[in-house]
């Protein structure tokens, strides 16, 4: 089982890019084994992470002719993966931005190689181009190759896509793919941490990019399966909700959201929902007056909350969360609120 690698949020909360730790280790490594001149070595790094920019570039543009939404960017190893509301529509679109990524990356590696066998090495542009060119060949390389997130992943997806006429089928095929990669990168990596110089500079690398590769992949395949079960599952699935008198104590509301981890609508006698119990209403609260605090006055108000009728689908609700900047949204059956769902579960409890 590969262990979990967190993404972490850049300096400044920007809230549509991260970087996953191991990509920022490997980062690390990277512009350290660049060149010993520290001149040659920023230019260097320059090279690499202006080929990294320009596929984030062009990997955004295209994801943004999908959606009229912000796109969340995730930077990592396997390439930056641009993450829009909605899957490719078509194998035939999957594969055309895909070509576009790979030909944006062979062209710079290409361009990185040749100019590294022009310019004399003896200068401080050719020993640039000499530690950047490895390089960044190597990530065209990566890119090529049939795992997701990889351009190449991406070309195979859209050709099982293709011939079986199943999405979330090709993500699946694509996803093992990049785990036998993954699983080889990691086991040449782990042997070439105790041999001699440079080599455990490059296990180190291989094994945190094949770590970083199973975990990117599996995120892929399990967002692309989300995004297609997401458009035919309707709300009526979380109906009903759990619910309290609006005389019952927060105490016993906890019990109910710590265990089940969702609201809890609060109803009336008379039948009228005035408010809904969340984690955040339970950390506004300390813990010992829980007993003694009603949910009338702890709840938030139900007219605050965006809602929608349970002949909606998944896909929708998680849209308008999203769009609202809110975290639950309300349920409806026949005018009378049914359940209170939050976008953790909207994301998380659908069978993948």
Same mark, same amino acid.
């Given at each position: *089982?590969?262990?979990?690698?967190?993404?972490?949020?850049?300096?400044?909360?920007?809230?549509?890019?991260?970087?996953?730790?191991?990509?920022?280790?490997?980062?690390?490594?990277?512009? *350290?084994?660049?060149?010993?001149?520290?001149?040659?070595?920023?230019?260097?790094?320059?090279?690499?992470?202006?080929?990294?920019?320009?596929?984030?570039?062009?990997?955004?543009?295209?994801?943004?002719?999908?959606?009229?939404?912000?796109? %969340?960017?995730?930077?990592?190893?396997?390439?930056?993966?641009?993450?829009?509301?909605?899957?490719?529509?078509?194998?035939?679109? #999957?594969?055309?931005?895909?070509?576009?990524? $790979?030909?944006?990356?062979?062209?710079?590696?290409?361009?990185?190689?040749?100019? @590294?066998?022009?310019?004399?090495?003896?200068?401080?542009?050719?020993?640039?181009?000499?530690?950047?060119?490895?390089?960044?060949?190597?990530?065209?390389?990566?890119?090529?190759?049939?795992? &997701?997130?990889?351009?190449?992943?991406?070309?195979?997806?859209?050709?099982?896509?293709?011939?079986?006429?199943?999405?979330?089928?090709?993500?699946?095929?694509?996803?093992?793919?990049?785990?036998?990669?993954?699983?080889?990168?990691? $086991? %040449?990596?782990?042997?070439?941490?105790? $041999?001699?110089?440079?080599?455990?500079?490059?296990?180190?690398? &291989? %094994?945190?990019?094949?770590?970083?590769?199973? !975990?990117?992949?599996?995120? @892929?395949?399990? /967002?692309?399966?989300? /995004?297609?079960?997401? /458009?035919?599952?309707?709300?009526?699935?979380?109906?009903?909700?759990? !619910?309290?008198?609006? #005389?019952?104590?927060?105490?016993?509301?906890?019990? &109910?959201?710590? #265990?089940?981890?969702?609201?809890?609508?609060?109803?009336?006698?008379?039948?009228?929902?005035?408010?809904?119990?969340?984690? /955040?209403?339970?950390?506004?609260?300390?813990?010992?007056?829980?007993?003694?605090?009603?949910?009338?006055?702890?709840?938030?108000? +139900?007219?605050?909350?965006?809602?929608?009728?349970?002949? #909606? =689908?998944?896909?929708?609700?998680?849209?308008? &969360?999203?769009? =609202?900047?809110? @975290? +639950?949204?309300? !349920?409806? @059956?026949?005018?009378?609120?049914?359940?209170?769902?939050?976008?953790?579960?909207?994301?998380?409890?659908?069978?993948?």
């Amino acid at each position: *089982m590969i262990p979990i690698d967190p993404t972490l949020p850049l300096p400044g909360n920007h809230p549509t890019v991260s970087i996953r730790w191991s990509a920022a280790v490997v980062a690390v490594v990277t512009v *350290m084994g660049l060149s010993p001149d520290p001149v040659a070595a920023v230019l260097a790094a320059s090279l690499v992470f202006g080929t990294y920019a320009t596929h984030t570039y062009v990997r955004t543009r295209l994801a943004r002719r999908r959606t009229d939404r912000p796109v %969340t960017t995730r930077i990592d190893l396997a390439g930056p993966v641009a993450a829009p509301d909605h899957d490719a529509a078509s194998p035939s679109a #999957e594969c055309r931005d895909a070509m576009v990524g $790979l030909l944006c990356v062979t062209a710079y590696a290409a361009t990185c190689v040749v100019l @590294s066998r022009v310019i004399p090495g003896d200068g401080v542009a050719g020993r640039a181009l000499a530690g950047a060119a490895p390089l960044v060949g190597g990530y065209a390389v990566l890119q090529a190759m049939p795992a &997701l997130p990889l351009e190449g992943g991406r070309l195979f997806r859209a050709f099982a896509w293709s011939v079986t006429g199943s999405r979330p089928g090709s993500a699946r095929a694509a996803d093992r793919y990049a785990g036998w990669i993954a699983t080889a990168m990691i $086991l %040449t990596g782990v042997w070439c941490l105790p $041999l001699d110089a440079p080599r455990p500079y490059i296990g180190l690398a &291989l %094994t945190a990019t094949g770590w970083h590769l199973a !975990v990117t992949s599996a995120w @892929s395949r399990r /967002q692309i399966v989300w /995004q297609h079960r997401s /458009q035919s599952i309707l709300l009526s699935r979380y109906v009903p909700g759990l !619910v309290l008198p609006p #005389e019952a104590s927060l105490a016993q509301a906890a019990r &109910l959201v710590l #265990e089940f981890r969702v609201p809890v609508l609060v109803i009336a006698t008379d039948g009228s929902v005035p408010g809904v119990i969340t984690r /955040q209403t339970l950390r506004e609260h300390p813990r010992a007056d829980w007993a003694r605090i009603p949910l009338g006055r702890a709840m938030v108000p +139900i007219g605050s909350l965006p809602a929608l009728p349970v002949e #909606e =689908t998944v896909t929708t609700a998680a849209t308008l &969360l999203r769009d =609202t900047g809110q @975290s +639950i949204l309300v !349920v409806y @059956s026949g005018g009378h609120p049914r359940a209170a769902v939050t976008l953790a579960q909207l994301v998380e409890t659908l069978p993948i």
